[in-house]
């Protein structure tokens, strides 16, 4: 009887001294990505590149990112009804935007119809740069457009730019 408990209790010991010894499992592999700043719905929200359908755009944000930015052209494949937009400066203030003008702005966050973390490229461009102030969402821009103060070029670019911090939210 002894002899058994022992060789139990010596098999128990062995297996917990193996498993001590195993090399640990991680539970999920973390990422860091450079994260942009933008707006959306009049919030400051942060997101990331990740891939894009045109090379220069795709070679423009890695640069801007120092962080690659792939290339997919059937992005550009993707229909309207899949797309949210992204309003970007080409002109004014100047500031931390792609094109070196004011902070990105997307239209339908996290939490709203029409959310999309794929966005159509659409560039703003002011009539009168000089007269150019800071917006801080796509009711705005579109405020601007109507009032003759920006013109907007839609473009068939498409860019993947999934929100990582937003009102309310954060992944």
Request: charged fraction near 20%; include cysteine.
């Amino acid at each position: 009887m002894l002899t058994r408990r022992f060789i139990v209790t010596l098999s128990l010991l062995t297996i917990a001294l193996l498993a001590a010894c195993a090399p640990k499992q991680e539970m999920g592999l973390t990422a860091v990505l450079p994260a942009g700043l933008a707006y959306a719905e009049g919030e400051e929200i942060y997101f990331i590149h990740t891939e894009a359908s045109d090379p220069d755009v795709a070679q423009l944000l890695t640069d801007m990112m120092d962080s690659p930015v792939l290339l997919v052209p059937s992005l550009a494949d993707t229909p309207d009804s899949a797309l949210a937009n992204v309003y970007v400066f080409t002109n004014g203030i100047e500031g931390m935007g792609p094109l070196g003008f004011a902070p990105d702005v997307f239209d339908n966050p996290p939490g709203t119809d029409g959310y999309s973390p794929l966005r159509r490229l659409n560039l703003v461009t002011w009539t009168d740069p000089a007269a150019a102030r800071e917006l801080k969402s796509a009711a705005e821009v579109l405020a601007a457009q109507a009032a003759g103060e920006v013109t907007i070029e839609r473009t068939n670019i498409v860019i993947n730019m999934p929100f990582v911090v937003w009102e309310g939210g954060k992944r």
